[in-house]
């Protein structure tokens, strides 16, 4: 007869929670915490590194700027010329001499005491001319006399006016003569900054971004920075890594940014955790196999048969119950797979609307950017030329109806989604005028596309590839091979360096969207959610040569 007392002896699967499986929990969550940390330790000490070598490169340009300042304002010849007029030659060799000595080749205005411009070098495309001087600057360069500063120029923030501007007064003795103002264009800041992977913001004294090089963030914003724990803020749905230099003496900051993936960091802790757990869970399984008794070691022969089943032939198959101790994890065992079979139908019934639903999502960009710089061209159209206003925003009700409007499978004919795009090209040709310039060559229109699948190939194109500098040229190419249609987007822009070339391709090839190229990643996606993972997007570059740009899908007639 048994004790009462005697305590109930262990199952199987009690036995190996409690020596087996609790202390590897124990490990999981440790690596699940340990990695993420590790993982951000190591990027914080490769930023704070990047971040060093960058604003050392930003404070000589900063430091040549006012040593060339101080420079002009005591030259002789330059003091002769603002107060007598002599030797302008000689002055415009000094300051050509002075730019042509820096490698990013700062643009100068010199003035005199009345801020008329006495000598001035600027891009042919430059729209912002004398408007830097305006009355809000002019007090603060007569107040600060002697003195280098950073001046605001928001009120004409375009693609055509410069991002960066200094300025300092010219003195004879006590006597105010004019003023020297030298500035970069966005363009300029781009060829600094072209290594640079992390996120840099320029910022003044009134926490307005006056540059930046990520989309995300935009001119004239004020930064507000979200929920930030020393080095690491939150903005904008994304974690970073913040590190900030201030120049004081010209109320200036900078701020690079280092996104932090912790999911795919965790992730990976994860994984390798439950990789240790599974080989530890072997070992241990075939150590404890011989203490097991014959009906139990039976059952989870049964139970892994029913998942080797499954693995191979996709059925669920229940164990045959019988009566022993794991009885109990067998019924349990069962039901689960009767809960997963009902799983598996629902989710089969719900892959078509998860997919349309990932489409819409994908199709409803509409860049604010582009909306604002439209409206701007509109604002000055207005007063030079109304009948070209008019037709300006009628281009624009159009293509903002069209956008709006429902198709139905998510498809339009090639022929509607041209006439978008052909609006949207030619309000991009009222901003950038003779600049730019297109073509387009399609060899049949009526094949059903996904709709405004070219419109942010074209966006990139102009926005990653327009110079300013000699004419953009734009080639949009559509014909068909057998059964695939091809639309080629080309241009003679900037292009991307090898290594960046290189970055891109592989980010398509793993479906990773985190960059500033959203727009190609979106492509991407739609076709191949629309056609199949065959079909997509490819990108070929030369840098200073050009992008091209090749989408492929199904040649579906309407």
């Not at 008329?116 to 007090?139: C, G, M």
């Not at 629309?530 to 490819?538: D, I, N, P, S």
Request: charged residues 20%; proline residues 2%; hydrophobic residues 40%.
């Amino acid at each position: 007869m048994s004790n009462k007392n005697t305590p109930k002896p262990l199952s199987v699967f009690q036995h190996l929670l409690k020596t087996v499986l609790l202390p590897l929990v124990v490990v999981v969550l440790f690596l699940m915490i340990i990695l993420p940390i590790f993982a951000v330790l190591m990027v914080q000490s490769a930023t704070e590194k990047s971040a060093n070598n960058l604003v050392l490169s930003i404070e000589k340009k900063i430091d040549y700027i006012q040593y060339s300042m101080n420079d002009i304002a005591s030259d002789p010849t330059i003091l002769d010329y603002l107060i007598n007029g002599d030797n302008k030659v000689a002055v415009y060799e000094k300051l050509y001499a002075i730019s042509n000595a820096s490698s990013l080749k700062p643009y100068f205005y010199l003035t005199n005491s009345d801020f008329t411009i006495e000598a001035v070098y600027q891009p042919s495309y430059s729209l912002a001319a004398d408007k830097i001087l305006n009355i809000i600057n002019r007090e603060r360069l007569v107040e600060s006399a002697g003195r280098m500063l950073q001046l605001s120029n928001s009120r004409i923030k375009s693609h055509f006016s410069p991002a960066l501007v200094f300025a300092q007064a010219i003195m004879n003795d006590d006597e105010l003569v004019g003023f020297i103002i030298m500035n970069y264009y966005s363009a300029q800041v781009d060829d600094l900054l072209a290594d640079v992977e992390q996120t840099v913001l320029v910022i003044n004294s009134l926490s307005r971004i006056i540059y930046s090089n990520n989309n995300l963030f935009t001119s004239e914003e004020r930064i507000k920075l979200q929920y930030q724990f020393g080095n690491i803020t939150w903005y904008k749905g994304n974690l970073y890594l913040m590190r900030t230099h201030s120049f004081s003496d010209i109320n200036l900051s900078i701020m690079t940014l280092q996104n932090i993936n912790v999911g795919t960091q965790m992730i990976q802790g994860v994984l390798i955790a439950f990789l240790f757990t599974a080989g530890v869970s072997t070992i241990v399984f075939f150590l404890f196999r011989k203490k097991l008794s014959k009906d139990t070691f039976n059952m989870l022969d049964d139970m892994f048969a029913s998942l080797k089943n499954y693995r191979n032939t996709g059925n669920l198959v229940p164990v045959t119950v019988s009566e022993n101790s794991m009885t109990d994890y067998i019924l349990q065992y069962n039901a689960l797979i009767e809960d997963i079979e009902e799983l598996i139908t629902k989710n089969k019934e719900l892959t078509n609307d998860t997919t349309i639903a990932q489409l819409k999502q994908l199709q409803s960009q509409f860049d604010p950017h582009f909306l604002f710089n439209t409206l701007a061209s509109i604002q000055t159209m207005i007063e030079v030329d109304q009948h070209g206003a008019v037709d300006m925003i009628r281009k624009l009700a159009t293509m903002l109806r069209y956008s709006l409007k429902q198709s139905e499978g998510n498809k339009v004919v090639l022929k509607d989604d041209m006439e978008y795009i052909k609006d949207y090209l030619a309000l991009q040709k009222v901003r950038f005028q003779e600049f730019l310039t297109y073509d387009i060559d399609i060899e049949d229109d009526n094949f059903l596309v996904p709709k405004l699948i070219l419109q942010p190939i074209i966006e990139n194109s102009i926005q990653h590839g327009f110079t300013g500098d000699r004419l953009f040229k734009i080639l949009i190419k559509v014909y068909h091979i057998d059964d695939d249609l091809v639309m080629l987007v080309k241009d003679n822009g900037r292009g991307f360096r090898k290594s960046r070339l290189r970055e891109i391709q592989a980010a398509l090839t793993h479906a990773n969207d985190q960059s500033k190229h959203i727009g190609l990643f979106n492509c991407n996606r739609r076709l191949k959610l629309f056609y199949g993972q065959q079909y997509g997007l490819t990108i070929d570059s030369i840098l200073n040569k050009g992008t091209t740009v090749m989408l492929r899908c199904k040649a579906e007639r309407k």
